[in-house]
């Protein structure tokens, strides 16, 4: 829930993603509004475990060159601080 409210706030700076499990209409139903929040879908929990993450929610920062651009973020304050750390 608080994922559409940090994209919109952060949307001059960057696109914030989720990366989520479930159908699409799941998925709508727990984001009624995303805003200008980007959700895409895995089947299972294959970009999870392309990260090594086994820890949800969990972040990493993606240049414009497609490259990761920072650790693996783990647990909500770790997410918030690598998001405060893009401005």
């Known amino acids: 829930?608080?994922?559409?409210?940090?994209?919109?706030?952060?949307?001059?700076?960057?696109?914030?993603?989720?990366?989520?499990?479930?159908?699409?209409?799941?998925?709508?139903?727990?984001l009624e509004d995303p805003g200008p929040l980007v959700v895409l879908l895995q089947k299972e929990y294959e970009v999870a475990e392309a990260f090594n993450s086994t820890t949800s929610p969990a972040a990493v920062r993606v240049a414009p060159d497609g490259s990761i651009d920072s650790r693996l973020a783990t647990g909500g304050a770790a997410v918030l601080e690598l998001i405060a750390g893009t401005r």
């Not at 994209?7 to 727990?30: C, F, I, M, P, T």
């Open 1 to 30: 829930p608080k994922l559409p409210a940090l994209a919109l706030e952060h949307q001059d700076a960057y696109r914030l993603v989720l990366v989520s499990k479930g159908s699409a209409e799941q998925n709508r139903a727990k």
